[in-house]
């Protein structure tokens, strides 16, 4: 059997199409109908971009900005030396360096430069405060501490 190629036609079973029939159309002109709905770009324009464009030439360029310099680190509330004074003497990182520095180890140019800032500075609320940083270190010195043998635990008195 030869092959049949597939046709639009419909064949003699198929039921016949009717003929298409120029209607004829009331005398229009031929115009563009009024369409629905807003007009395109009608988000965008209107009273609100006017209104916009006088409230922008009032306030002046966003994009300009300030001239003032901002700064980049938060500033530090003013503390009573007394604070400070504290404050310093119970700085770890202070006193891990100064321990370094008694064990004879050397410290690094930064940590030299910082520990010495932070011990003129101590020196400085010293004076302001009236202490005398030379006294404190002699009492240290002589301290002694006077105890009576009923003071020592025995191990007996520990296990008990």
Not at 2 to 27: E, F, I, Q, Y
Not at 79 to 89: D, G, R
Request: charged share 35%; proline share 4%.
């Amino acid at each position: 059997m030869t092959r049949m190629k597939k046709t639009r036609k419909s064949g003699p079973l198929a039921a016949k199409k009717a003929d298409r029939k120029p209607t004829p159309s009331v005398s229009t002109p031929k115009q563009k109908e009024k369409g629905k709905g807003r007009a395109a770009g009608s988000r965008y324009s209107g009273e609100q971009k006017q209104n916009q464009a006088e409230s922008v030439r009032t306030q002046g360029d966003a994009r300009v900005g300030s001239k003032t310099p901002v700064p980049l680190t938060v500033a530090k509330k003013p503390q009573s030396a007394k604070q400070e004074f504290a404050e310093l003497e119970n700085n770890s990182r202070l006193q891990t360096l100064l321990e370094q520095m008694e064990n004879g180890e050397i410290l690094k140019k930064a940590d030299q430069q910082w520990v010495d800032v932070q011990l003129a500075r101590y020196q400085e609320l010293a004076e302001q405060l009236g202490i005398d940083l030379d006294a404190e270190d002699e009492d240290d010195d002589d301290f002694e501490y006077d105890f009576n043998e009923s003071d020592i635990l025995d191990d007996e008195d520990v296990s008990s």
